[in-house]
């Protein structure tokens, strides 16, 4: 019988180091050693740190419950407030570190890696359109105003949280969260005002 794969546990720990470390933080070494391989089999399975950062930004996407947004049994809006209260959660039950791994590797290495440079901007091109689909729903459903550009609404959302977990991170409060959501869902994303009658 064939030795089994050691990648997905290499993945796994690279997750969580870049997660935990940072990018140039976290060695080769430091991942081989999380993952309880030696540090060879990581050549076994990637040319080199930056190819296994976009693995792992993939692995990291997938854990974000995207698969929610697209919950058509769910109301639109609904889905993407449970969607942002779900990664609130899991900020704050991590005592408010880490942030999210997209933006750390925006901030940290898109400056001087083309390569994780272009990761990013996919990771977050997903993520927005699965936003925008979202708004799109509700807007058609006739929960948000005709005129809500909803690509460029998407966008904005996104950005306003990665800068929301950033100020979360250094206030260790939920107050920004909360600045988030009644911001988001309380001005932002309101429904249609009615016009008076005369």
């Not at 990664?87 to 880490?98: C, I, K, Q, S």
Request: hydrophobic fraction near 40%; include cysteine; charge should be negative.
């Amino acid at each position: 019988m064939a030795r089994h794969s050691m990648r997905e546990e290499i993945v796994d720990a690279a997750v969580a180091q870049f997660h935990s470390k940072g990018y140039n933080a976290a060695g080769v070494k430091d991942i081989t050693d999380a993952a309880g391989t030696p540090k060879g089999s990581f050549y076994n399975h990637f040319d080199s740190k930056e190819s296994l950062a976009l693995v792992a930004l993939n692995r990291y996407g997938a854990t974000r419950r995207m698969q929610d947004l697209a919950a058509s049994d769910v109301a639109p809006l609904l889905r993407l407030r449970t969607h942002f209260e779900f990664l609130r959660d899991e900020t704050v039950n991590a005592g408010y570190t880490r942030g999210c791994l997209i933006g750390n590797f925006g901030a940290e290495v898109a400056d001087h890696s083309e390569t994780i440079r272009a990761g990013v901007r996919e990771s977050l091109g997903r993520w927005a359109s699965m936003i925008a689909g979202t708004l799109a729903e509700a807007k058609e459903a006739g929960v948000l105003r005709a005129d809500l550009d909803t690509e460029k609404t998407a966008r904005f959302l996104l950005n306003a949280w990665e800068g929301t977990l950033i100020a979360a991170r250094s206030s260790r409060s939920p107050d920004t969260f909360d600045d988030f959501f009644d911001t988001a869902f309380g001005t932002l994303l309101t429904p249609p005002r009615t016009q008076a009658r005369p």
